[in-house]
């Protein structure tokens, strides 16, 4: 299991897993810290990367609504909602404090909670 601190610096790369291509997409980012946390989430599926080429970025929104429920804090097993440039949207995921994130050169880094502001807040439902 890979820790999140581990996942700092890796690459973008659409559909990659962390510990086999050693570059991560926002899905597989998320879901490797959920994983640590011990916290299930969704495998994705060929269709919602086939939406994301078509940069259908409803499909981040209607998952979320699906896995869990909007909150208003974020804490341990938080996903958030992130908004991009020209329209794009990917997602952000809490840890130690703040947020785990794509930054603008296409890797994953940490930043404060108050760096960047979701556009929505998602835990797991109960």
């Not at 995921?93 to 994953?108: A, Q, R």
């Amino acid at each position: 299991m890979i820790e999140p601190t581990e996942l700092i610096g890796l690459p973008f790369r659409l559909g990659a897993n962390p510990e086999k291509h050693g570059a991560a997409d926002c899905l597989s980012m998320s879901k490797a810290v959920l994983h640590w946390c011990g916290i299930d989430s969704p495998e994705p599926t060929r269709s919602w990367y086939r939406r994301l080429k078509r940069k259908d970025y409803a499909i981040f929104k209607e998952e979320l609504e699906r896995w869990g429920v909007e909150v208003s804090t974020a804490k341990l097993g938080t996903v958030g909602l992130g908004q991009g440039t020209a329209n794009s949207c990917g997602l952000v995921v809490f840890y130690e404090n703040g947020w785990l994130h794509f930054n603008h050169e296409s890797k994953i880094s940490w930043a404060p909670l108050s760096a960047l502001i979701p556009v929505a807040l998602y835990s797991r439902s109960r």
